[in-house]
């Protein structure tokens, strides 16, 4: 699966490539805006991370010649304009999401790691993980065919999980990605450890195997 | 409070009195004086034109004795005594006598006189006239002067009063002007007042003044607000890359406990930077109004969503929460800002509650009321204001309360801090023009 990142920082562009790169998708780059252009003239993508704020013009712009040339790669808007304008007109425009600048690489990688799934299997869009099935479109987990019954935000945190499969989670961004804004507003992050136990005692009492380990005492890894 | 002009009015309202009073008896004694030196003079002229009348008189027709003595009963105001006669004669005598009336029973009151005695030859015997002139008594003067005085102390203070009215209406009327103005004035709406020209010297300068001063004001806010605008969107993206640094340091194989742990600090620390950063926007894009879209909100379930998220926050620290919510409670407002005004709430009563404490949380038609145990009341005069410590124990971001503060005060809501038996508690006033109760739920 092939990814495109649009983003002028070198250093960022550098780290969103690498961590999506060991997720097995195939990152190429654009540092400008022309530079970003040409690729989406040339070849699609299953998903385009773009930054709005681009030397040589405006991200936005990216995003309208893609719809006009009719195309339906998945686009994350990465911006650090945090307004919620914004954030609408490129939603309008038809981005899937929207990542305000700074964001843990993890939540850019479960965000891929959801459009791509929605976009690519059109009238299936369910993910198998071995006896586990999550349909996106729905927001249902089935276990060996049983419905597991998962709450949203636990729905969330699985779809998180096997977004980011094989990599150390740090509780933290688990934590922004609960609470949105407001996880640095609690001195600890404990809350989310009875959302995952929840999560993961559902899961293991319909008889799935357990992918979900703790690392070092509070992160988390999924694995295969 | 009483109002400006009332002070010198209650002043001017004193003296005059006190004028007025000193006059009573200046008047009392310039009105006797008078009274008194018209009536000697009215007695000169009686007694000289008696003496003159009766030295005219041919005394061999008459008979002097008896007519005297029929002088004497028919003149009321005049008598002639017969003097000794040792060869001397005595001098004018002016002095005021009291008396009763020749009738007892006609006044029960003694009636004052002025008297002259005046002594005269006849037929080369002395003989003494008196002239007696009935003077206003004393009492009755004082009564009338007073009387009248009163009424004039009347119709002055009546006056004033009334003067005062018109005066402070219509003189007062710029100020007024000016002050509403002022009341009004945002420095964060950036518009300056501008003022109704006066033809009052004092109040023109004092315009010009508030003029000059609330133009600057809104220029420093501006570069302020500039200044913290690109300040934090120019730390977004060092935000990010650190970030995302630590992000590929923690995949980084093998990697230890240790390294976990730092790399989980710093995290921490990071998300608080980048928390600041996100609020100094978010003040800035509340003063450049970027949130304007309003919809229905129903107040009761999105606490509810909110509270959801915490429930488990507060188990943990064995905070009892209490909350009463009405569920049909509607705003029409801003989501986002709504939702940032009860996260950044209910935030702050579960900081600021200690363990085993409580936090009661009330949702009614129009108004929000959050409580949480506490020790010490908290500085009320720093409490809005950004990054005000306000327990030192108990450091925030500093920007919560005055995101709550800005979003409060844009949105016409009342919002107020109140400290009692150890509860802190916020309360705020919905705008009732945009909430109450759901139509659909009567």
Redo the contacts between chains.
């Keep these: 699966m092939k990814i495109l990142i649009i983003e002028d920082?070198e250093?960022?562009l550098d780290?969103?490539s690498?961590?999506l790169s060991?997720e097995g998708y195939l990152c190429e780059h654009a540092r400008d805006f022309h530079a970003a252009m040409d690729k989406i003239h040339d070849y699609g993508y299953s998903c385009i991370v773009l930054d709005l704020m681009l030397p040589g013009g405006d991200g936005i712009r990216i995003l309208e010649r893609l719809r006009e040339l009719g195309r339906a790669d998945g686009v994350i808007i990465i911006s650090?304009?945090?307004?919620?304008?914004d954030k609408i007109e490129g939603l309008k425009i038809g981005a899937d999401d929207y990542l305000?600048?700074?964001?843990?690489?993890?939540e850019l990688a479960a965000r891929v790691y959801a459009i791509i799934r929605r976009k690519n299997f059109e009238n299936n869009n369910v993910v198998s993980h071995n006896e586990i099935q999550i349909d996106l479109i729905a927001k249902r987990v089935t276990v060996n065919g049983r419905d597991a019954g998962l709450t949203k935000r636990e729905f969330d945190l699985l779809l998180y999980f096997v977004g980011n499969t094989g990599?150390?989670i740090?509780?933290?961004?688990i934590?922004?990605h609960?609470?949105g804004?407001?996880?640095?507003?609690?001195?600890?992050?404990?809350?989310i450890?009875?959302?995952v136990k929840n999560m993961k005692r559902k899961l293991l009492e319909l008889g799935s195997g357990n992918y979900l380990k703790t690392?070092?005492?509070?992160?988390y890894r999924w694995e295969k | 409070m009483s109002r400006l002009l009332n002070k010198p009015l209650r002043t001017f309202i004193i003296y005059a009195s006190v004028v007025l009073l000193a006059s009573i008896p200046v008047y009392f004694y310039a009105v006797d004086t008078i009274w008194l030196q018209e009536l000697d003079e009215n007695n000169d002229i009686i007694a000289e034109r008696a003496v003159y009348q009766l030295s005219r008189t041919d005394f061999r027709v008459h008979n002097a004795d008896s007519l005297f003595t029929f002088w004497n009963i028919i003149q009321p105001n005049a008598r002639l005594e017969r003097l000794e006669e040792n060869g001397k004669m005595p001098a004018d005598k002016r002095y005021t006598i009291y008396k009763g009336h020749v009738n007892p029973d006609y006044k029960r009151f003694k009636d004052r006189f002025r008297v002259l005695e005046r002594a005269f030859m006849y037929d080369g015997r002395p003989y003494l006239l008196v002239v007696e002139s009935n003077v206003e008594e004393t009492y009755e003067t004082v009564a009338v002067i007073a009387v009248i005085t009163g009424l004039f102390f009347l119709v002055l203070s009546v006056g004033f009063v009334v003067l005062n009215r018109k005066m402070s209406e219509r003189i007062w009327k710029p100020f007024r002007d000016t002050l509403d103005k002022l009341k009004g004035f945002r420095v964060d709406e950036g518009q300056a007042a501008t003022f109704t020209r006066s033809d009052i010297l004092e109040f023109e300068e004092l315009n010009s003044a508030l003029e000059r001063l609330m133009a600057r004001n809104i220029e420093v806010f501006r570069t302020q607000k500039e200044f913290t605008e690109n300040a934090s969107h120019e730390l977004q993206t060092p935000l990010a890359i650190i970030q995302t640094r630590l992000g590929m340091l923690l995949q980084s194989e093998p990697i230890s406990s240790d390294q976990y742990h730092l790399v989980e600090s710093a995290n921490k620390a990071l998300a608080r930077a980048v928390r600041i950063n996100k609020d100094l926007l978010l003040l800035a894009s509340i003063a450049n109004d970027q949130f304007s879209s309003k919809e229905e909100i129903n107040m009761g379930e999105q606490i509810g969503e909110i509270i959801d998220l915490f429930r488990q926050e507060f188990g943990r620290r064995s905070i009892r929460l209490n909350t009463t919510i009405d569920e049909t409670a509607v705003i029409f407002s801003n989501q986002f800002l709504f939702t940032t005004v009860i996260q950044n709430l209910i935030t702050n009563a579960l900081r600021y509650c200690y363990s085993d404490g409580q936090v009661d949380i009330f949702l009614g038609e129009n108004r929000f009321v959050i409580s949480n145990s506490g020790s010490r009341e908290l500085n009320k005069a720093r409490l809005f204001q950004r990054f005000a410590v306000l327990d030192e124990d108990n450091p925030s971001t500093g920007i919560g309360l005055a995101l709550v503060d800005t979003i409060c005060r844009q949105n016409n809501w009342d919002i107020t801090y109140t400290f009692g038996s150890g509860m802190h508690t916020f309360e705020i006033m919905f705008d009732r023009f945009t909430s109450g109760i759901s139509p659909g739920a009567v």
């Design positions: 920082e250093d960022l780290s969103m690498a961590y060991a650090a304009r945090n307004s919620i304008d305000t600048k700074p964001f843990h690489l993890s990599r150390v740090p509780k933290s961004a934590a922004e609960l609470s804004d407001m996880a640095d507003m609690l001195d600890s992050h404990d809350f450890y009875s959302h690392i070092y005492g509070s992160g």
